[in-house]
């Protein structure tokens, strides 16, 4: 299905105010793609019948549906692997000294896409740290994707899924084979809840975090989304948590207040002292 330039630039603008995504010059051919295929789903011949609705909002969740199909949602269990060495490594033993009063530990992961980003940080924690089986773990995981997020609390994972980044010693550990799925077991899916956060507005209240996952989102956005975001993290980070970015996003000329901090293998954020 084709897209004119005034659908178009009614999509990028309503995407850009629910979401923040920036859609540039040139990504007709994702919206031709991707909401051609929801204009199909949902019943209209073209893309311009589907705008028009969207402009009367005669249709009831098209909006979500417009914003979810125009999220990438790429991600794979222990993507880039480094930062999940430096999770283990470094940036757990520190904070199991720096918590080991309170006995307790925040983690957030900022936009979990299907789950295999907090799931496998999950996995980092039970295969190295049983004695965090004694703390209150609060974990959330959150997206703005609904569909993503029902995915996540699912558990259940392709065969192409699991063979992206997973070893078959933790697969066969810490997943159930049911037909052609698998499913992560109970023991994982209930360490996690899993919440909807717009990154784009106001945060909901979260308590302060030791550690940050936020990776491969920021670079959907433009600058003043960026800066505002971070701003935001300053007040959940806690002053001696950790915050990992993806490996193409950084803190720099967005705001003075992290620093970064390198490890072996990969570097994280942390608030200046
Ligand atoms: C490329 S995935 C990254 C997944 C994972 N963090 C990783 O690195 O593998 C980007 C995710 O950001 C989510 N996203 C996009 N815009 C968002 C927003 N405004 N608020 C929260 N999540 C958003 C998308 O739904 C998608 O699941």
């Not at 999770?87 to 000294?97: C, F, G, Q, S, Y």
């Not at 980003?117 to 965090?132: K, T």
């Not at 077991?185 to 940050?212: A, T, V």
């Amino acid at each position: 299905m084709s897209v004119s330039k005034s659908d178009f630039n009614y999509i990028r603008e309503l995407v850009l105010e629910r979401s923040a995504i920036v859609l540039d010059d040139g990504k007709e051919y994702l919206v031709e793609s991707r909401i051609g295929q929801v204009a199909e789903t949902e019943g209209f011949g073209t893309i311009d019948q589907l705008v028009k609705a969207l402009r009367k909002n005669s249709h009831n969740g098209l909006q979500s549906k417009v914003i979810e199909a125009l999220t990438t949602n790429e991600t794979s269990f222990f993507r880039d692997i480094h930062p999940f060495e430096t999770l283990k490594d470094a940036v757990i033993p520190e904070l199991l000294e720096n918590r080991k009063n309170e006995r307790r530990l925040n983690i957030w992961c900022a936009a979990s896409s299907s789950g295999q980003e907090p799931y496998s940080i999950a996995m980092v924690i039970r295969e190295n740290f049983p004695v965090l089986l004694d703390w209150k773990i609060d974990f959330v995981a959150s997206d703005i994707s609904e569909t993503m997020l029902n995915r996540c609390r699912s558990g259940k994972f392709s065969q192409l899924e699991v063979n992206r980044g997973l070893s078959a010693a933790l697969l066969v550990k810490y997943f159930e084979k049911e037909g052609a799925s698998w499913f992560i077991k109970r023991n994982l899916q209930e360490m996690i809840h899993f919440q909807q956060i717009n990154l784009s507005r106001e945060l909901p209240y979260l308590p302060k975090m030791d550690i940050i996952f936020m990776r491969n989102v920021l670079i959907y956005f433009d600058i003043e989304t960026k800066k505002r975001i971070l701003n935001q993290l300053i007040s959940i980070l806690q002053p001696d948590g950790f915050l990992f970015l993806g490996a193409a996003e950084s803190t720099i000329n967005l705001d003075s207040s992290f620093e970064r901090t390198d490890y072996k293998h990969s570097g994280c954020y942390r608030l200046k002292r």
